[in-house]
Nanobody, 121 residues
C-alpha cells in the first residue's frame, strides 16, 4: 500500500507564510514527479506546482514568485513553501505523485487526503 499524507495547513493572515509537507510511505520502488494541487470551494482542482525526480520545477502563474516547491528524496517528501499569501490562496491543498510501487509495476498516480489552507484579512 502507498499513502501520501499532507500536513502544515492552517489559518494565516494575508501576507503571511506557510509551509506544507507531504510524505509518501508504503511500498515505493521509485518516485517520478511530485506535485501540489489545490481546490477552493465551488472551483475546479488546479495544479499549483510540480517537481520532477531531477528537481526541475514548474509553477502556475498564480504561484510564481511566491511559492517554492522542493523535495527530499531520502525522506520521500515534497514541500511547498508559500509566501505572501493572498485571500485567493484559500483552498484545500492536495499532494500528488507519480510513482512505482515495485519494479514490475507500471507508474501510477496517487493522491493525499488534502490539507486546508485558510488566508484571512
Amino acid at each position: 500500500q502507498v499513502q501520501l499524507v499532507e500536513s502544515g495547513g492552517g489559518l494565516v493572515q494575508a501576507g503571511g507564510s506557510l509551509r506544507l509537507s507531504c510524505v509518501a510511505s508504503g511500498s515505493i520502488f521509485s518516485i517520478n514527479a511530485m506535485a501540489w494541487y489545490r481546490q477552493a470551494p465551488g472551483k475546479q482542482r488546479e495544479l499549483v506546482a510540480v517537481i520532477s525526480s531531477g528537481g526541475r520545477t514548474m509553477y502556475a502563474d498564480s504561484a510564481k514568485g511566491r511559492f517554492t516547491i522542493s523535495r527530499d528524496n531520502a525522506k520521500n517528501t515534497v514541500y511547498l513553501q508559500m509566501n505572501s499569501l493572498k485571500l485567493e490562496d484559500t483552498a484545500v491543498y492536495y499532494c500528488n505523485s507519480d510513482l512505482r510501487s515495485s519494479w514490475y509495476e507500471g507508474p501510477r498516480s496517487y493522491w493525499g487526503q488534502g490539507t486546508q489552507v485558510t488566508v484571512s484579512s
